[in-house]
């Protein structure tokens, strides 16, 4: 037994033992996270001075190379482990105010200095953020919640469990039925596949119900309406004149993809750079159409080449807003003040699309032309008979040509110009010996000259000349005068070595006015012979070859590089300003994020397979988010459009990694079953009630332990009605079409465009299908937030206004669908009106109505038959019709109808 007194000298010693201890970890510094803490401070307060746009004193905290370097004075700023000796630290402690910084602004905290210090003394170590690091594979928490159903309910859980909140219970079945119909298709599920769900006892119900909409074919019409947005497309080209632009086949062309599931990583390459694949289909070049959305300015007296490089910008700032989430526009004139982006890595992104082929032509070359099939046939036929005689590429070249019209040069092109001038911009056209420069030429093995032109005139004659305009004559053509519009002519060229400039003159003795014009030339198209001369069948293939490339065909705006000898460098723009060109720069990526691939092609199909590499930190973490903001109404990183420093971090990171590296490696990039994953979680099926204590803990429901409730979007809405109503047209695919419209939204300048009403079926198909026109874009989607498609849009910001509730009770489109509705409540229920309210709200909701609601639409229908009763004109008008159904009792039920699909719970999904 151990005696009084030792037991006390040891209780004594373990008491200075664990006071030493309690001492040594206390006073240790843990590591400061350069991400979570140091750089809010950074960015909060010392950014705007010391970063990509302003490095005062020429200190920069953009990148720690720079941050370390030394500044104006010759010293550097941070010091790393010495804080005392930092002349950061010591400014930002300075007592007097015109020296400490920040400059004329509120000091930092004691703590957010203490912060830096802390760092610095640490060694100043940088951080990479987490959306600029490769996702990695993780691990699914273990959490013993009885209701989960997938790996994406234990993340959410194990924050529920942080937060000592529950999940709420499952939603009823109608109200499931109608939230994943809305989400995966965009409309209600058919009545036939909604009965079937509602009455099933299979407990994987819900699962076969998930399946059968994504195998619909309006679940690509939905998600493609997702997709316009990011693609800024519209039917028409933008800026003042906004004429119109056949680009319909891009649409659908994404409605067909996204159907078939096609891998993201597919869908991305075929849109970025499809027209590079091996042997492209028509399909992967109506694919690059993404990036022919562009706006083009048709307006006379605007310099192509400044929208034509507005565009280029516009195709960089979309791939990063729109497929990666991050924005990169301001790169354009400085480095990026937030992120580790410098401004001679923007240019070399732009390398990758400076290169192509559009240059703000009114024609929107270049174009694809759609073949009929009994043409495609001929062109297969050409095909293998040019084989036997040429090389597989220059029967792909001249097979591309005869489709696009491409390479040539287009004749807005054309400077030095004397007696001649560019029509409004758009097209060379020449006046009694005119002249104009055709710059760098390539001539080598060029026998042949094909030009599209019109000219009224028999004897205007053509010369080209080298390398000046008295230089010497290659050729002499008599142009032939053309018979509608313009025409393709082709003539001989003697042989001639080499790249030359190349002097058009033109002349007609016919041209007596000095200012009237003789021709308007299109392009110009230098090329070999054709080939196979002397062989077999030549002359009967030649034939088809120039039949194919005069036919009259409907076009697509599409993607397409220059070739080598047409090659289109890239410069700095000296503070983003596009006439003040800086070093030349090549194609590249950021060295922030995952290297470009050592095997790729440093052109648009390598951009494309950087892009798509699995270490690329921001291609798979965008989608996902995409995909959960539109299930849930928020991203788990609320900006979509930033995922860089200055967005909103995510709620939930290591469930968007999860999502992430999935959607990659075990779904293989299939959209398709990330979407699945998340709607059969129990967390996508929670009922969207919010108790007091949710509202008090989680207003926003960012930990989602309820079921989202977001309003539709603008064409879910109008989609929704036509479908209740039973209007709704299942025609797919195909030109936009025109539903009603007043007269006077459209003021078109110059073109006087005017919107012709659709009559039929036409004037009931989906949103998707209407006709998008820039400056005046369909008025209601407009005022349920519809985006305008100027730009690309990552994300639509949701409004509640009246203007909205003032659409739906007046809109003559929702007046309508208010009275089909109404003669279907009447068909399906009968003469009682109590019936006829009770189908309606059930035909809406998927359930029956409650006696509080039916009262109160009941007590609506009792008002207006009490006035429809005494007001035939009324009753008239609100029918609008003078048939069977032009009675108050059924004027009464569409004021009825009408107000039903104006409820809240109707234009909201909860």
């Not at 967390?683 to 803990?697: G, I």
Request: charged share 25%; net charge neutral.
């Amino acid at each position: 037994m151990i005696a009084p007194a030792v037991r006390k000298a040891l209780l004594v010693i373990a008491l200075l033992l664990a006071a030493v201890l309690i001492f040594t970890f206390s006073t240790r510094s843990r590591t400061v996270d350069f991400n979570t803490e140091v750089k809010p401070i950074i960015n909060k307060k010392c950014i705007s001075c010391h970063g990509g746009v302003k490095r005062q004193g020429g200190f920069s905290l953009l990148f720690r190379s720079e941050a370390l370097a030394n500044t104006e004075s010759g010293k550097p700023a941070i010091i790393p482990g010495k804080p005392d000796k930092s002349e950061m630290i010591l400014r930002l402690t300075h007592k007097d105010p015109e020296e400490r910084m920040p400059y004329h602004e509120e000091p930092l905290t004691e703590e957010e200095i203490k912060t830096l210090s802390t760092w610095i003394k640490q060694g100043a170590v940088w951080g990479d953020h987490w959306a600029y690091v490769p996702v990695k594979e993780v691990a699914v928490p273990a959490t013993d919640h009885p209701g989960a159903r997938n790996a994406i309910d234990h993340f959410i859980y194990e924050k529920l469990e942080e937060a000592s909140l529950q999940p709420s219970p499952e939603a009823d079945k109608a109200t499931l039925l109608r939230r994943v119909s809305l989400d995966l298709t965009g409309m209600p599920a058919k009545d036939n596949l909604a009965q079937w769900y509602l009455n099933s006892k299979a407990p994987n119900a819900y699962e076969q119900l998930v399946d059968s909409l994504l195998a619909s074919p309006h679940f690509g019409e939905k998600w493609t309406g997702v997709w316009l947005d990011l693609a800024r497309y519209s039917d028409t080209k933008g800026y003042e004149r906004d004429a119109g632009r056949n680009i319909w086949r891009y649409r659908d062309w994404l409605i067909k993809a996204f159907n078939a599931d096609k891998p993201y990583d597919v869908f991305l390459t075929e849109q970025i750079a499809g027209d590079l694949l091996p042997n492209p289909t028509d399909e992967q070049y109506i694919a690059t159409a993404f990036h022919r959305n562009t706006m083009t300015n048709d307006e006379g007296g605007t310099d192509n080449e400044e929208f034509r490089t507005s565009a280029v910008l516009d195709r960089v700032n979309t791939t990063w807003e729109g497929l990666m989430g991050t924005t990169f526009g301001c790169v354009q004139c400085h480095s990026h003040p937030y992120d580790p982006f410098t401004h001679e890595e923007y240019y070399n992104f732009m390398a990758f699309f400076n290169d192509t082929r559009d240059a703000d032509s009114y024609e929107d070359y270049p174009l694809l032309r759609h073949f009929t099939d009994s043409m495609e046939q001929e062109l297969t036929t050409l095909g293998h008979w040019m084989e036997k005689y040429t090389t597989k590429e220059e029967v792909f070249q001249w097979l591309r040509f005869t489709k696009t019209w491409e390479p040539s040069i287009y004749s807005l092109t054309a400077d030095a110009l004397a007696n001649s001038t560019l029509q409004d911009t758009k097209w060379l056209t020449c006046r009694n010996n005119a002249i104009a420069r055709l710059k760098q030429v390539n001539l080598q093995n060029k026998t042949q000259l094909l030009i599209r032109y019109s000219s009224a005139l028999k004897d205007g004659i053509l010369s080209l000349r080298l390398d000046s305009a008295t230089g010497p004559v290659i050729t002499k053509i008599t142009l032939p005068a053309t018979k509608e519009g313009r025409e393709i002519h082709r003539f001989s060229l003697p042989a001639t070595n080499g790249t030359h400039t190349i002097y058009l003159t033109y002349s007609s003795k016919s041209l007596t006015d000095p200012l009237a014009s003789g021709v308007t030339f299109d392009w110009f198209h230098f090329s070999a012979a054709f080939p196979g001369k002397g062989q077999p069948g030549y002359a009967e293939n030649e034939a088809r070859w120039w039949g194919l490339l005069n036919k009259g065909v409907p076009a697509t705006p599409i993607m397409l590089d220059n070739p080598a000898d047409m090659h289109r460098p890239t410069q700095v723009f000296e503070r983003g300003n596009w006439l003040v060109k800086g070093k030349t720069v090549t194609p590249g990526v950021p060295h922030a994020l995952n290297p470009f691939p050592a095997k790729a092609p440093r052109n648009r199909l390598g951009l494309a397979m950087w892009l798509t590499q699995t270490d690329n930190p921001l291609t798979a973490r965008t989608m996902v988010n995409r995909v959960w903001e539109q299930f849930f109404g928020a991203g788990l990183a609320e900006t979509l459009e930033d995922l860089g420093t200055q967005g909103i971090q995510p709620t939930h990171r290591e469930l968007m990694d999860y999502l992430a590296y999935r959607f990659m490696h075990q779904d293989k990039w299939s959209m398709k079953k990330l979407m699945r994953e998340i709607v059969v979680s129990a967390t996508y099926r929670q009922d969207s009630k919010v108790s007091k204590e949710l509202l008090a803990k989680d207003p926003y429901n960012k930990l989602y332990a309820r079921g989202a409730r977001v309003r539709l979007s603008a064409e879910q809405v109008r989609d929704q009605a036509l479908c209740i109503s039973g209007l709704i047209s299942s025609t797919m695919f195909g030109p936009a079409v025109f539903p009603y419209q007043p007269d006077g939204i459209w003021l078109s300048p110059w073109n006087g465009a005017q919107w012709k009403n659709a009559t039929g079926e036409e004037a009931h198909r989906r949103a998707l299908y209407t006709y998008w026109k820039r400056t005046a874009p369909y008025p209601s989607m407009i005022t349920f937030d519809g985006a305008l498609r100027e730009v690309c849009t990552a994300r639509r910001i949701r409004t509640n206004t009246p203007l909205q509730a003032l659409v739906t009770l007046n809109d003559e489109a929702y007046l309508e669908t208010a009275r089909f509705l109404a003669y279907r409540m009447q068909q399906l229920a009968g003469n009682n009106v109590q019936q006829q309210i009770s189908k309606g709200y059930e035909l809406a909701m998927y359930k029956p109505i409650t006696p509080a609601r039916l009262q109160v639409l009941n007590k609506l229908y009792d008002q207006a038959l009490q006035t429809y009763r005494q007001d035939k004109d009324k009753t008239c008008a609100m029918v609008g019709v003078m048939d069977e159904h032009n009675k108050p009792e059924t004027a009464a039920l569409i004021v009825t109808a009408n107000a039903m699909l104006n409820l809240d719970e109707l234009i909201t999904k909860n």
